[in-house]
């Protein structure tokens, strides 16, 4: 005989309904845990992946699996995970990302590359949600989406409006300057930045770098810009960890005739209305702008990038973007690809 008990003096539950409740509960619960996607991160060691995996860590709507110490290096364990995860984020040094990215090719898995293997190849799309209309659409349709570089992100943020709009002809001869937190070269330049033999942390300038080459993030600026001339670039890393400052300066006579500096604010502060992550600043001439304002650690830990425009009494413009190089330039704009991709709301997980 089942035992019986009485609930609120009415119900009565068996102990085998009691047994079959538990039972299902459980399937229920397995069920919803096999139905949440599942991500994993090939290179979780390093800057990007620490920063993905950190910012995901707390979320119950994805299924989120890393490799062990002894097994993170490991092709075949690498490439069984790739194949049964439903997305693999790719934090990887561009030859591992290329073979990875066909492993998941291969086995039907999506793939979003947050190295710059894939960032002007033929398949991929571009991840920068906000980069033009119906660019969010095409994210989350895509199986192959790859990242955008940090410099790049800025850049075309600040330039693809005024091309757009026709205020800057495509065929203008642009020159960016960057200053960057040295935890954008990786391990290696983190090591030579933070070690006491090197005496760097005492550094009192930026030091330009990559002027004897052309840098891999060219390519993308001119094709994403809109550009029909690739930018000259020059980049630097200064004595803080994290934190980014792009500056592009546009001489009076490469902008269409009459073209003023409210003219590229407007059409710039339209493009990013309304967008969670684009701040616009205020229009100014620059009188009140003092050594604290284009702080390039302004905008650390966040998915923020913050755009100002300012003109000269010459004509001349300075577009200038503030991010964290870690954040809306690698990790952050790489989870709000991956919220599109899975069909979530763009903004979980992400710190403004």
């Not at 989120?64 to 194949?83: F, G, M, N, P, Q």
């Not at 095409?138 to 026709?166: H, K, M, W």
Request: aromatic share 6%; glycine share 8%.
């Amino acid at each position: 005989m089942s035992l019986t008990l009485l609930l609120h003096g009415e119900r009565k539950v068996t102990a085998q309904s009691i047994l079959f409740s538990e039972e299902l509960l459980d399937q229920m619960l397995e069920f919803l845990a096999m139905s949440k996607p599942r991500l994993f991160i090939d290179g979780h060691a390093g800057t990007t992946g620490l920063r993905i995996r950190d910012w995901l860590a707390g979320r119950d709507d994805v299924e989120l699996k890393t490799l062990d110490e002894e097994d993170r290096k490991s092709e075949v364990a690498r490439r069984d995970a790739i194949r049964e995860a439903d997305l693999a984020i790719l934090c990887l040094p561009d030859n591992a990302a290329q073979v990875a990215a066909k492993w998941g090719i291969e086995s039907s898995t999506r793939i979003l590359d947050a190295s710059s293997s894939h960032r002007v190849a033929d398949g991929w799309v571009y991840g920068l949600p906000e980069l033009a209309p119906g660019q969010r659409n095409e994210i989350r349709d895509a199986q192959q989406v790859t990242n955008p570089g940090c410099y790049p992100s800025s850049f075309i943020l600040l330039v693809r409006p005024l091309v757009d709009a026709g205020l800057l002809p495509a065929d203008a001869p642009i020159s960016v300057h960057a200053l960057s937190g040295y935890s954008g070269g990786g391990k290696s330049l983190i090591k030579r930045w933070e070690s006491a033999d090197t005496g760097l942390q005492n550094h009192l300038f930026e030091a330009p770098y990559a002027v004897d080459r052309v840098h891999k993030h060219i390519s993308e600026m001119q094709r994403y810009s809109g550009l029909l001339k690739a930018p000259q670039f020059v980049p630097a890393v200064g004595p803080f960890a994290c934190g980014m400052r792009v500056q592009v300066p546009i001489h009076q006579s490469l902008l269409a005739s009459g073209v003023t500096g409210q003219a590229a604010w407007n059409a710039i502060s339209e493009r990013y209305r309304g967008e969670p992550f684009v701040e616009v600043a205020p229009f100014t001439n620059g009188e009140s702008i003092d050594e604290w304002s284009l702080d390039p650690t302004a905008l650390n830990n966040t998915n923020r990038i913050r755009l100002h425009i300012f003109h000269n009494p010459a004509g001349h413009l300075l577009l200038v973007g503030l991010l964290d190089n870690l954040g809306k330039g690698a990790s952050g704009v790489a989870i709000q690809s991956l919220n599109l991709m899975l069909g979530l709301d763009e903004e979980t997980g992400l710190q403004r």
